[in-house]
């Protein structure tokens, strides 16, 4: 696990699951693509997940792992982030403009394209700072992209993703308390009405409630918290 801790960045947590493995190198299992298919299923397969599917721009988008992978969880794509990358090298007279309008593939939150830094950019030490501002100047001069500038770029998905995940949490909140309720009451034998309970037994679950569940007894917190970092 990574944590990084700065004034500068959106409290986000993201698992990052590897790709798709067509051919096993080296001494890896024979089923490799199994493997890894089904961790992804595992985790994105959460309705409460949402999936940040990431696809090279300069090869067949149509045809990209990620987002067939998240169809089969997702068929309506109401939790499906698409993140477009390497818009940059397209082949020369393509663009990305279809998706990112919605032409093409219909999801809720749509597509984001950005530049990451190449791996020449890494061996000269490009800082990150400066690759944002070249990748804001990049798409905000391109001819294609200039009109969409507003939607393109790493902080403007920084931005999206944060947003997106106070109304995630604020439409799940409800939900996550009701089955926790639900299930919390039949562990503790308790299966009647809190107005039933006595006063004893109802004190007993609910000293039992903070203690296993703290990260919802925090959730308001932590919701208002990710409410200031967007509107800094």
Do not use: W
Not at 50 to 61: R, S
Not at 121 to 145: G, L, N, W
């Amino acid at each position: 696990m990574l944590k990084i801790y700065s004034p500068h960045v959106m409290d986000l947590t993201f698992v990052d699951l590897p790709g798709i493995t067509r051919m096993p190198v080296g001494d890896a299992p024979c089923d490799t693509e199994h493997r890894i298919r089904e961790m992804i299923l595992k985790y994105i397969s959460k309705p409460n997940a949402l999936i940040l599917a990431v696809t090279a721009a300069n090869c067949d988008i149509m045809n990209s792992d990620a987002l067939s992978i998240a169809r089969e969880v997702d068929s309506e794509g109401a939790r499906t982030i698409a993140v477009l990358t390497k818009v940059d090298i397209m082949d020369h007279g393509t663009d990305a403009v279809d998706f990112i309008m919605g032409r093409v593939v219909s999801l809720k939150f749509g597509f984001t394209p950005v530049i990451n830094r190449s791996h020449y950019d890494i061996i000269k030490r490009k800082s990150i700072y400066q690759a944002v501002k070249d990748e804001q100047e990049y798409f905000q001069q391109h001819p294609r992209y200039q009109s969409i500038a507003n939607q393109c770029g790493t902080l403007y998905l920084s931005k999206t993703l944060n947003q997106i995940l106070i109304d995630h949490i604020s439409n799940t909140l409800p939900d996550l308390k009701a089955l926790s309720s639900s299930q919390l009451l039949p562990v503790f034998g308790l299966s009647c009405p809190k107005v039933f309970l006595e006063k004893e037994k109802f004190d007993e679950l609910q000293a039992k409630v903070v203690e296993l569940l703290p990260k919802l007894e925090n959730l308001g917190e932590y919701f208002n918290q990710l409410q200031r970092s967007l509107q800094e």
